[in-house]
């Protein structure tokens, strides 16, 4: 089982995103940052925050279903809101994208706010609302259950330190994969976490899962492109449990995709 996690940047960097997914061949996408339109649009346009723009491609969600026709897709909005045009306003929405090879069956899902509810009328103050998405799913080749899971961590403009929130969204996270999770079932769970790797979140997930992160383990220092130009190069991270089979595990640095490098795991 291949598994790719990507912040994928609004579709920033389209053209080689696109080319890059269905090249991949994974047979799991864990996607964050991914917008969809909630009325005809242009299929470019502006998220506005003060100063700070972003071009957003509009349309990215329905454009990776089309590139993915093997793969059952889910859209799981964190919060909508205004994507702009010169003066004028479209309403769009902000979320995870997942999809799975239809190769393998689904048998549990669940996905739920990790932090804050869904903003219907605007993307809200920071920290934002942000959500989590976890399957059960069956392997026919292995012949066994997987529990898999993606979060889009908050994001504090005080920075990535421990705080009171992220302690709780690691509570609710836990208590998600609970849900789905059967004993004894291997997990991984990845996704742009925005934490520095000493957070108290990873301990947690240690302590209730046994989760290692593989980008650490691995001696991987950066997972961000050279379009994110901040310091603290570390947001995305990828963690299994002791009995995962990991036959190959990388931080890809090219293609350049997005200001997040993708993340890609081959599990036995």
Known sequence: MKILSLNCWGGMLHAPLLAYLPAVDADVYFLQEVPRALEPQPESLTYREGEKTLDQRTELYREVVALLPRHDGWFLPAASGPLYDGARAYRSEFGLATFLRTSFSVIGEVARFV????????WGEHPRARNAHCLRVYDHE?????????????????????????????????ALIDSVRASGDPLVVCGDFNLLPDSATFAMLREAFGLVDLVTSHGFTDTR?????KPGRYADYMLVTPDVTVRSFDVVETPEISDHRALLLDIG
């Open 115 to 122: 932090h804050g509810a869904y903003s219907p009328d605007g």
């Open 225 to 229: 492109t050279s379009f994110y130009e």
């Open 142 to 174: 292995a012949g066994r259950p997987v529990t898999l899971a993606q979060i889009h961590g908050l994001r504090d403009p005080a920075g990535k330190g421990d705080t009171p929130a992220r302690a709780d969204q690691a509570r609710r996270l836990i």
